[in-house]
C-alpha cells in the first residue's frame, strides 16, 4: 500500500467537451453502454450507460456529463443554473452517483456507475464514435500525491452495504456459496 505523501508519476486523462458541437444523437450512450456489457457488446442500454446527455431538442440544450464518484450521502443544498438565458434541472451538471437521484446506477440493482475512462482502451470508446468531435481526448503525465485508491468492487459493496446493511449482505453471499 502506498504511503501517504508519496509522489508518484500519474497519466491524467481528460475529455474536452464542446457543448456547441453535441447534436444529442446518443451514439456515445449506446456505445458506453455496449462496451461495458458482459459480454462485451452483447447488448446496449443508454440507462447503463457511464456518460449521459442532458437532451432538451425544444430549447436547443444538449449536454453530455460523464459518470462520477460514488457519493453516500447527498449534498446539503442543490444547485440550479442559467446560462445564457437556459435554465437547467437541479443538479444537472453532477457527476455523482448519489442517493437523491437515479442517474449513474444500473437501473436493476441500483449499483453505482463510473466512467473508467474505457480502460484498455487506446482511446475513450464515446470519443471515438462522437461523429461530430463534440468530445476530445487527452493525456498527460502529472506528479501526484497518491492516496490509496477506491476498488470499484469495493464501491459496490459500500453502496450495497448502505443500502441492505452489512448482515444482509453477508448472509447473502454465505448462502450464494453453499450453492455448489
Ligand atoms: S455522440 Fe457526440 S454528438 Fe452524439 S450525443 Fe454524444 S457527445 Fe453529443
Ligand atoms: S470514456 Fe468509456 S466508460 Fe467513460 S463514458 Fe466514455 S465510453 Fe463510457
Known sequence: MAVKGEK?????KTIKIDVDKCNGCRACEMICS?????PK?????PARSRIRVIREPLRD???PVYAGEYTQAECAGRDKYTIDGKEYDECAFCRASCPSR?????????LPLKCDMCEGEEEPLCVKWCMVDALSYEAREEEVEETVEQEVLETGLESLANKYGMQKIM???ARMS???
Open 171 to 173: 448472509d447473502a453471499v
Open 41 to 45: 457488446y452483447s447488448s446496449n442500454n
Open 8 to 12: 508518484k508519476k500519474k497519466t491524467v
Open 61 to 63: 440544450v444538449y449536454v
Open 102 to 110: 437515479d442517474e449513474f446506477k444500473e437501473p436493476d440493482s441500483g
Open 178 to 180: 453453499q450453492k455448489d
Open 34 to 38: 455496449a462496451f461495458h456489457a458482459a
